[in-house]
């Protein structure tokens, strides 16, 4: 296998094992190290991230994150490319999703190839919080949010 193979075969790997919170690497390079998190404050867990109706969180605002925000957007319905300001930098991204009503967010950032989508309910405020290593810098970076019809969303990220 070459190392452009085993790259590209970890970077997958890494993206797929997001929504399984657990943390990941290659020996080839760039490909992203990620962990999954209960809520918009940092600690590890293994556990799925989805917490549903964490005290205060809402759709009509950003959430909260403990990081220098690059990236916010509330009341968000549909889809949305969100311009992380300053790019991405060498470090930890984390991003913080709110969402309610029937159906599901999906959230990307293709310049590190990273993708989770959360399960929202009509009845209450559903929150995930993820972060990734990121090991280049991406200039022009972006998050970009899709939520099906009837689901309203807040997402924020930071560094």
Not at 48 to 75: C, Y
Request: aromatic share 4%.
């Amino acid at each position: 296998m070459t190392i452009i193979t085993r790259t590209a075969t970890a970077a997958a790997i890494c993206a797929a094992v997001l929504l399984t919170g657990t943390a990941c690497t290659s020996d080839g390079g760039d490909a992203p190290e990620t962990s999954a998190q209960k809520s918009a404050t940092p600690s590890v867990t293994a556990e799925p991230a989805a917490v549903e109706s964490l005290d205060g969180e809402t759709v009509t605002e950003a959430p909260k994150i403990e990081r220098r925000t690059i990236a916010s957007f509330a009341n968000g319905q549909l889809g949305r490319a969100i311009p992380l300001k300053g790019g991405l930098h060498k470090g930890t991204l984390g991003i913080a999703l709110n969402c309610k009503g029937k159906g599901t967010v999906k959230v990307e950032v293709p310049a590190v190839g990273v993708t989770f989508s959360q399960p929202c309910t009509d009845v209450k405020v559903t929150s995930i919080y993820n972060e990734v290593k990121v090991r280049t810098v991406y200039p022009d970076a972006y998050v970009q949010v899709t939520g099906t019809s009837g689901v309203r969303w807040s997402v924020s990220a930071g560094q």
